[in-house]
Every structure is written in C-alpha cells, then in structure tokens.
C-alpha cells in the first residue's frame, strides 16, 4: 500500500510539474466578460487588501512581472494606515505552483541571463519583504503550492491550508536547489523534515503541512468563501483578531498512517546524517532490517533525483538553520545565479529540458553519481560568480529579518 501511495505521489507530482507548461496553449481566463492580462489582481474592501495570483492556466507559477506587481502592491499597503491585513490567493485550482522555470530555461538558452537575474532578484526582494511584512498576512494555500509558491507564503504571518492543498519544493527533480527562503523555513521545522523534503521533493498534504508548522491552519477548501468574506468584513490590525478569525473557521485534522510524520523516528535517524551517501547508507540499512516500504520508496526517488542537486541541498538546509531570513536569501541568490550559468553543473538546464520541455523523463545528470561530486564543486556553488557580480541588496536597514 505505502509503495503505491508514494508511486501515485510521483505521479502526481510529475503530473503538476508538467501542466506549468501549458499556459501557452490555453486561453485566458476571462472575468465579467472582459479579458484579464493582469497576472496579480487586486480584491478587498476599504480595511483589507487581496493579492490574487492570476495566471490560472500556468498554475500560477511566478515571473518577474508578478514580483514586481506585488512589490508595488504590498509597499502601497504597508505604507496605507487605512489597511489593516492583507491576504493572497490563486486563481483556480492551485495557490502557486512555483517559478515559471520554463520561462528561465529558454531565456538561458537564448543568452539572457541579466533577465534571469533580474527574475530571481525581484522575487527574492519580495519574498524578504513578506517575511518582514510589519502586517498581518494570511495566505490561502488552497490547491498546488510548490517551490516559490512556498516563498511567497510561508514566510508571512497566517498560512491556510485545505484538503486540496499539494505542497513540495521539486528542485532536486529539476536539477536545482530548494530556493525562494526554501532554506530558512525548512531547516527550522522538527527535526529533520526539512532536509527529507529538500532532498526527494517528495510532497505534502494540507494536514501534513499544519502538523509540521509550514501552515498555521487548516480549514476545508469548502469554507474558504465564508473565510474570505469574514476576514474582509474586518476593520483591525491587530494579529490576535485575525489568528482568532482564522481559528473559528478551523478543521480538525491530522496526518494519515501513511504520512511521513508517522515514521519521524526512522526519518530523523536517517536524515540527520552530515552526508547525502551517509543518509542512503543509512535509509539502506533501515530497509534490510525492517523491510520498511517507505525506506525503499525514499531510497528510489533519490536515486532519481540530480546527485550534485542532492549534495549542494543538504548543505543549503544544514547552513540556513544557523542563518536569518536574510542571509538565507542572500546565499540562495548566488547558488541560483551559479545554477543558471552552468558554470558547476549544466543540471539545471538539463532537468527541466526532461521534466519540462521534451518531457522524456530521463534527464542525463552530470556528474552522474554522488560519487563523482567534488567537495570543491559543492564550495564552488556556493561562491559568488566572480568579483565583479553584485550580490543581492536587501533593505536589511530598513526592514530588520528575523532568525
């Protein structure tokens, strides 16, 4: 039972990773009648504001417009003393399915990596600006929530998951590494769940997210119109009234007996080894002795993942759980930037042209084994590109991260 929960999960998995790619073959949503280009909407009454994620073909996934929009936007209703909260949402059936990667990997190949850049500057930007966010922030997690969908959510005040909630950071399945403050808030979960996600890209219901912290409440998706129409009735500011709010409309829920937080035990032993082939050995050895499906079905997605994304992940958790919001983002910019000039690895590239884009399914990792990643390839990685290259400039003096 538990191998074909995790296979379905794949599936699934793959499944969502595939439909960010078809937003160029469907048209565009339309609402009352008239064609919406806008990819962040605005909604709420005179107390309250609503971002609304609108690219509901591409399952939302980010770009540099978005970021930018919703920079703008939550500056104006920082500084608005008339708005107390403000609240995010997706259009369709998914909150955030990510970054537009697709997007990225033929910008690459075009030779525009200044729009790269540009792309992970201004989502990173934004997401330091939600996690410093000086008002409340409820974020609605209904449906598909991956990778930079995470970022855009977890680092504000409220996050609200559903039965419908799907959340996973996918970057080792695309050659990448779990990014947009992946490394602040999965380091700083129990034990080592984080570093079980970031390195299978293994995925997580709503009520596994709200038992491990990534969501602060849980609610049916059925309820969520009643929620929306609530909180935008509010006149308040204040944390407490919209925690109690959130709170009336609350589910109780716990995770499955298939979940991964039922195996905590084996988990933690076996994740919270210093290296990535001290954690297979050990899930290995876990497997001979217990016969555990689990320990066979997490050993197979890691040995299907980018080994290089494996190694260079581990590292990124094990250093944001000593680092500030801040400093995570800013480390994470210059891993992204190596990601995508290729100049370490080209498995980036690579994973998503089989993920995404040819859709084979049969991406070509090199190096092709743990084995043949270097240590200095590792450091390499985490190094800035050259002395000449900006690093990313937060407004840390002016909104201070917390740790």
């Keep these: 039972m538990a191998r074909l929960k995790a296979s379905s999960s794949l599936s699934q998995l793959l499944h969502l990773l595939k439909e960010r790619t078809a937003f160029q073959f ?11 280009d806008e990819p962040v909407l605005v909604e709420g009454k005179s107390h309250s504001r609503i971002a609304v994620l609108h690219r509901p073909s591409a399952l939302n996934a980010l770009n540099t ?7 703008k936007y939550y500056k104006s209703w920082e500084d608005d003393p008339d708005i107390g909260f403000v609240m995010m949402k997706g259009s369709g059936r998914a909150f955030c399915a990510g970054g537009d990667i697709v997007t990225l990997y033929r910008k690459m190949n075009e030779g525009k990596i200044e729009d790269c850049k540009e792309f992970f500057r201004t ?7 939600l996690g410093t966010y000086l008002k409340p922030h409820v974020a609605l997690l209904n449906g598909v929530t991956m990778g930079g969908g995470g970022g855009v959510s977890i680092p504000g005040t409220f996050r609200v998951a559903t039965d419908k909630t799907v959340f996973a950071t996918p970057e080792t399945m ?27 890209s293994q995925t997580l219901s709503g009520a596994e997210m709200l038992a491990c912290g990534l969501a602060t409440h849980y609610s049916l998706s059925a309820k969520l119109p009643q929620i929306e129409e609530h909180l935008s009735n509010l ?24 979940s991964v937080l039922r195996r905590l035990e084996t988990l933690n032993k076996c994740f919270g080894h210093d290296t990535v082939e001290e954690i297979i050995d050990s899930l290995e050895d876990e497997a001979t002795k217990t016969d555990h ?15 290089f994304s494996l190694k260079v992940s581990l590292r990124s958790i094990r250093e944001g759980r000593y680092q500030t919001l801040d400093q995570c983002l800013a480390r994470e910019y210059r891993m992204s930037l190596q990601g995508i ?3 370490v690895s080209n498995d980036f590239l690579e994973g998503v042209r089989a993920r995404m884009v040819d859709r084979d399914f049969a991406p070509q990792w090199n190096p092709p084994s743990l084995d043949r990643v270097s240590s200095d390839m590792v450091d390499e990685y985490f190094s800035p590109l050259n002395a000449s290259e900006p690093e990313l400039e937060l407004p840390t003096k002016q909104r201070e991260a917390f740790s």
């Design 341 to 343: 000039s290729g100049k």
């Design 174 to 200: 695309i050659g990448f590494h779990p990014d947009a403050g992946a490394s602040f808030y999965l380091s700083h979960l129990p034990g080592h769940i984080g570093e079980y996600l970031a390195l299978t």
């Design 65 to 71: 417009s978005m970021g930018a929009m919703l920079q």
């Design 235 to 258: 006149v308040s500011d204040d944390f407490s009234v919209i925690e109690t709010s959130l709170q009336e409309f609350a589910d109780v829920v716990s995770p499955d007996n298939m």
């Design 26 to 36: 469907q048209c565009r949503r339309t609402l009352s009648s008239h064609i919406i």
């Design 123 to 129: 989502l990173y930007t934004f997401i330091y600006m």
């Design 293 to 307: 499906a689990w320990c066979a079905s997490t050993l197979k997605r890691l040995r299907e993942v980018s080994p």
